[in-house]
């Protein structure tokens, strides 16, 4: 076969790949949807809200809670919507970040192939992927405010809201997203800013201070009616 021939093979057998996968994943939305139930832990989860008083992970099931009473919809739906949306999302963002840096497509695809069968088959309802899109989003706000030659404002508020958000979203997102980016700020005013290693820490504490305070609401008050 000339390497022509062997391209349009290539591309044929990569389309038809991509086909399966695409209608995999619809017969196991199908599916899911005709089976969802609300009291299976992760869609529980999902719709955890506030109206019986503060608790942890209430920020999306008291949005979704908020919109429902503007203008009813299936409940269902929206949630494996969710899941759908941020996931495809991420994987965008994920190939992006893939392309920036020059990695191999191929490494991306199988990251992209083994997470589309776990979205499938396994992972069912779950809030990872919106979690993963607030980190990124945390870490690009974050360097955005860094590359600022006297730093920007906006760009620091913008990443503590983010922080906030993804803490509220899930509790859990706050160990893989604040102490990197307070690791890297203590770092960065050491060796870039030559500030001492106690400056340089009490920089990164002050700069967490907002997101560990929220934790230390979040734990001593995760179930109150009284907040």
């Keep these: 076969m000339t390497q022509q021939q062997n391209y349009r ?6 389309g038809l790949y991509f086909l399966w996968l695409a209608l995999h994943l619809l017969s196991s939305l199908l599916q899911m949807n005709a089976t969802l139930d609300y009291s299976e832990w992760g869609c529980s989860d999902m719709l955890i809200n506030y109206q019986a008083g ?4 209430g920020l999306l099931g008291e949005l979704l809670y908020r919109i429902y009473q503007i203008a009813p919809y299936d409940v269902g739906q929206v949630i494996l919507s969710i899941i759908i949306i941020s996931g495809l999302l991420f994987f965008a963002l994920l190939y992006r970040t893939f392309r920036q840096l020059s990695y191999s497509s191929v490494l991306w695809f199988s990251c992209f192939t083994l997470q589309f069968m776990a979205l499938a088959q396994v992972v069912g309802i779950r809030r990872d992927y919106l979690t993963l899109i607030l980190a990124f989003l945390s870490y690009w706000s974050y360097r955005k405010w860094l590359a600022k030659k006297n730093g920007c404002f906006q760009w620091l508020l913008l990443c503590q809201i983010i922080l906030i958000l993804s803490t509220l979203l899930h509790e859990g997102s706050w160990f893989y997203i604040v102490p990197i980016i307070v690791l890297h700020f203590t770092c960065f005013s ?3 800013l030559h500030l001492s290693w106690w400056q340089s820490i009490c920089r990164g504490l ?3 201070f907002p997101t560990i305070a929220l934790m230390l609401f979040i734990y001593i008050h995760k179930g109150s009616t009284s907040v």
């Design 54 to 57: 503060f608790v942890r992970r």
């Design 9 to 14: 093979l290539a591309t044929a057998l990569i």
């Design 206 to 208: 002050a700069f967490s």
């Design 190 to 192: 050491h060796i870039k």
